[in-house]
T-cell receptor
Framework: AQSVSQHNHHVILSEAASLELGCNYS??????LFWYVQYPGQHLQLLLK??????LVKGIKGFEAEFIKSKFSFNLRKPSVQWSDTAEYFC??????????FGAGTRLFVKA | DTAVSQTPKYLVTQMGNDKSIKCEQN?????MYWYKQDSKKFLKIMFS???????INETVPNRFSPKSPDKAHLNLHINSLELGDSAVYFC??????????????FGPGTRLTVT
């Protein structure tokens, strides 16, 4: 069955630290990949997406992600986090049709 | 203008009651969804509609009945509410593309508490 794994459930960082959140999926065909962010008490918002082309995609607020097809991965990175990045981060994979599978989420807490 | 709106934002009710949540999107999207987010933040798809037709029904109890009167609206009716139905329910929409759908736009969520 298709699935999305986010390796880190909870991450605690200090401000200015670098961030990398892992995401792996299980599906051998063409995929569209997404990272969504949910700030405390708010709805999910799109951070970035990959459909095709350059596997290194840049999103809002200084986030980027790299699609590595051979590793079935789409890890999220940010060189220097801020306190305002405290949120829940969801990786999502669309494999065709109308269904997108979400990972379990990673809760990031940034200490000021 | 709000892209995807849901009402109500909070819903507190007793076991056994019937309640509805409404969702509207003004993005012109073809596809709409209902998700359930539990207390651990796990997001699970419940239903998906495309052009008012039910496309996905993810083994949700038949106490949950979605209705799409038109492409811009997707409502969720829940009969005989149970404690385990307490969660945040998110509506979302997306535009159909060549090989599926694009990114999803989420509503603000409805926090349902069943006592």
């Amino acid at each position: 069955a298709q699935s999305v794994s986010q390796h880190n459930h909870h991450v605690i960082l200090s401000e200015a630290a670098s961030l990398e959140l892992g995401c792996n999926y299980s599906y051998g065909g063409t995929v569209n990949l997404f990272w969504y962010v949910q700030y405390p008490g708010q709805h999910l918002q799109l951070l970035l997406k990959y459909f095709s082309g350059d596997p290194l995609v840049k999103g809002i607020k200084g986030f980027e992600a790299e699609f590595i097809k051979s590793k079935f991965s789409f890890n999220l990175r940010k060189p220097s986090v801020q306190w305002s990045d405290t949120a829940e981060y969801f990786c999502a994979v669309h494999t065709g049709g109308f269904k997108t599978i979400f990972g379990a989420g990673t809760r990031l807490f940034v200490k000021a | 203008d709000t892209a995807v709106s849901q009402t109500p934002k909070y819903l507190v009710t007793q076991m056994g009651n019937d309640k509805s949540i409404k969702c509207e999107q003004n993005l012109g999207h073809d596809t709409m969804y209902w998700y359930k987010q539990d207390s651990k933040k796990f997001l699970k798809i419940m239903f998906s509609y495309n052009n008012k037709e039910l496309i996905i029904n993810e083994t949700v109890p038949n106490r949950f009945s979605p209705k799409s009167p038109d492409k811009a609206h997707l409502n969720l009716h829940i009969n005989s509410l149970e404690l385990g139905d307490s969660a945040v329910y998110f509506c979302a929409s997306s535009q159909a593309m060549g090989q599926g759908v694009g990114e999803q736009y989420f509503g603000p969520g409805t926090r349902l508490t069943v006592t």
